[in-house]
């Protein structure tokens, strides 16, 4: 059981009736009425909290002529994200680099908050990667009909000739639930690992030793980030193909 982080307290003690409302509008009950707010829920709010203050800093300072430094680095991100777009899903990869963009930057926030001190990486919790990994699962499976209409994302399913198909539809299918279970555990798994890591050498040895565990849980953070896009961009990619 994780101790109640600070802002989750703000959260509990301010806003516990919002969360019993929102939680009775799907049919759930917090375990705990007089706190409903969890950890990597308040964290995820924090996130998206984040995200607004720096783009509603960004966008009017926006310049063509005398790029900020800010400006600069959310450029390096979208020609690193567009190029690894067009290489993985082709010359229509730039359509869907907003989807892109939007769940690498929120799971590498999600992935480096926890190195502030008193935040916890939501990532490290299941629901978290578990919700990401479904929203990619909805958005190539919604974008994959919309591409090749209903017949043609069917016949992804059935094989390259169709007496294969009694046999290809349920490993297609099983194979497709299974990248559920395969970006979830990836990204929580990992994450969660960081995390403790981290924290048990920052409690043994409290100066000096624990900023490499740090630097190693930053490498951690990006290569999640970019490992969970990845395969996304590849989900995309077989879902919006036309060649059967």
Not at 140 to 153: D, H, K
Request: overall charge neutral; proline content about 5%; glycine content about 8%.
């Amino acid at each position: 059981m994780h101790d109640e982080l600070w802002i989750t307290a703000l959260f509990n003690k301010y806003l516990a009736g919002l969360a019993t409302t929102l939680l009775s509008l799907v049919k759930l009950h917090a375990e705990d009425p007089a706190k409903p707010w969890a950890n990597y829920v308040t964290m995820q709010f924090l996130v998206v909290f984040v995200f607004i203050g720096v783009f509603a800093y960004l966008r009017p300072r926006l310049s063509a002529d005398r790029p900020g430094r800010m400006q600069h680095i959310f450029e390096i991100v979208y020609g690193f994200l567009r190029d690894q777009s067009e290489d993985v899903v082709g010359h229509n990869g730039k359509k869907y680099l907003h989807f892109f963009g939007t769940i690498f930057l929120f799971i590498l926030f999600c992935n480096l908050i926890g190195l502030i001190p008193t935040f916890e990486s939501p990532t490290m919790f299941t629901p978290v990667p578990l919700g990401c990994a479904l929203a990619v699962f909805i958005y190539y499976n919604f974008v994959g009909l919309q591409a090749v209409g209903a017949l043609g994302y069917a016949q992804h399913f059935m094989g390259p000739v169709w007496w294969l198909a009694p046999l290809m539809i349920p490993i297609e299918f099983f194979s497709h639930l299974g990248r559920l279970l395969s970006l979830t555990v990836r990204l929580y798994a990992n994450m969660f690992a960081g995390e403790q890591v981290t924290l048990v050498f920052m409690s043994l040895i409290p100066l000096g030793v624990p900023v490499i565990f740090m630097g190693l849980h930053v490498f951690v953070a990006f290569l999640q980030a970019f490992v969970f896009i990845l395969l996304t961009m590849s989900y995309v990619s077989g879902a919006v193909s036309h060649d059967h």
